[in-house]
């Protein structure tokens, strides 16, 4: 005779339960951070991150080679009892100390990366506030779901540390650990008063950065030297911030206007910035110099990055600037001579003409700060995103998306949404 285990008596006809989802395998060495294997989605990816990748594997192979032969020189020389220890033309060079300082340090660089990590893990440990079920719910939540919506095998650690003024979020590991950490000052945007879908967009980009296996110990060691390579190190890093801002789109794709608005104007100026404006600087301004700036930055200059967030057709300018300005600027470009700039009557005039335009309640701009009421104003995103006062619309208009993935997915026959904040994903239904 069958027994019946506990509980209510299934009804006729009644659906068995499913059984319940299988538990990810912990993440390993060979099978990467995510369920999608070591290389991750490729097409999410900066189409320049995986080729400098390579030269940054190369660049460490000959390193190491360059390592091997700068120790066997020496010793072959002493086999056969000549005291020279280096060829002639490096002595000639005075490169002797810096190759013995470069035979010394290259083989230490793998224990002081993994030192250094395990120190930066403790810290974030004893020093800032754990984000969990019962502590910075809100944003907690937000890291589960961006971490379930990549892939990930294991919910990463989130900690938030006092920022002191400073605009900021990173992400690192040690071991198979990996944790986000979000300096306070840019999680107080988060709040439901505030642009929690700013937010959102940054957790979902630090995040990106665990699921691309940017932070991943052996990949850190293979491009270290990569790294001390003037513009070949900077730029890879651009790639790695282009990557990890496409998953923070494809997670929050309405927060992309809000968190450049934060990285530009603050906190508390945010509200008042027009990122149509500021993205169409990259567009309009062609100076060297700018160039220059970019080019030795580890992240992609603000204007840049504001254009590529919001031209999703394309992957973000690594190398030179961007095409397209959606409207014309009262003021000429930075890079224009001195004699194209308005004078004082002119700015005035033009500030005059501004003001008969600007909507009801769109002036002050010098903050919003919380607990005060901005009911009579202009909503936030509305001011981000609207077109610039005394702008006209140019005839350039953003090619339907998406590029490659992410949370767009328009169709062919969608209309283009210029200048708007982008549609918010689809709805899944049960």
């Known amino acids: ?67 091997a032969w700068i120790l066997a020189f020496p010793a072959r020389r002493a086999l056969v009892n000549e005291e020279q220890m280096l060829p002639d033309w490096l002595e000639d060079l005075g490169a002797a100390d810096l190759l013995i300082q470069f035979g010394l340090l290259l083989p230490l660089v793998p224990l002081i990366l993994w ?9 974030m440990r004893a020093t800032a506030v754990r984000m969990s079920p019962t502590q910075f719910p809100e944003g907690y939540r937000m890291v589960a779901e961006a971490a379930q919506q990549f892939g990930m095998r294991r919910v990463p650690d989130a900690y938030v540390m006092m920022g002191s003024g400073v605009l900021n979020a990173f992400a690192s590991g040690h071991g198979f650990r990996r944790f986000v950490i979000i300096h306070s000052d840019m999680f107080e945007v988060g709040g439901r008063t505030r642009d ?44 790695q911030e282009y990557t990890a801002d496409n998953y ?18 603050g906190k508390y100026l945010n509200a008042e910035v027009n990122v149509n404006e500021l993205a169409d600087r990259a567009a309009t301004d062609p100076s060297l110099f700018v160039h220059i700036v970019n080019w030795l930055s580890t992240h992609p200059i603000t204007t840049w990055r504001a254009h ?13 600037r961007p095409g397209g300005s959606m ?15 308005p004078t004082p009557g002119d700015a005035l005039a033009m500030l005059d003409a501004a003001d008969a335009r600007r909507p009801a309640g769109g002036g002050g701009q010098f903050g919003r700060f919380p607990g005060a009421d901005y009911s009579d104003r202009p909503a936030m995103r509305a001011l981000q995103t609207s077109a610039p006062l005394l702008s006209q619309r140019t005839s350039y208009a953003i090619p339907h998306g998406p590029y490659r993935e992410d949370a767009r997915r328009l169709r062919p026959s969608a209309r283009p949404n210029p200048g708007g904040p982008p549609p918010a994903p689809p709805q899944q239904h049960p």
Do not use: C
């Open 1 to 67: 005779m069958t027994t019946l285990p506990p509980g209510p008596a299934p009804q006729p006809g009644a659906q068995p339960p499913l059984p319940p989802p299988q538990r990810p395998k912990r993440p390993g060495l060979f099978n990467g951070a995510t369920t999608e294997g070591i290389r991750g989605r490729r097409r999410i990816r900066h189409p320049w991150e995986l080729p400098l990748l390579g030269v940054g594997v190369v660049l460490a192979l000959i390193a190491y080679a360059l390592w």
């Open 115 to 123: 030192i250094a990590r395990a120190i930066m893990y403790a810290q």
């Open 196 to 239: 929690p879908e700013a937010l959102r967009f940054v957790i979902g980009h630090e995040v990106g950065h665990l699921a691309a296996g940017h932070i991943s110990y052996f990949r850190l060691v293979i491009t270290y030297v990569l790294g001390l390579i003037p513009i070949l190190g900077t730029a890879f890093s651009r790639s």
């Open 248 to 265: 923070g789109y494809a997670y929050a794709p309405a927060g992309a206007p809000g968190v450049m608005a934060v990285l530009s104007g």
């Open 308 to 320: 590529a967030l919001r031209d999703r057709s394309k992957p973000g300018a690594l190398w030179i």
């Open 327 to 341: 409207f014309t600027s009262p003021l000429p470009p930075g890079h224009t001579w001195s004699s194209t700039y």
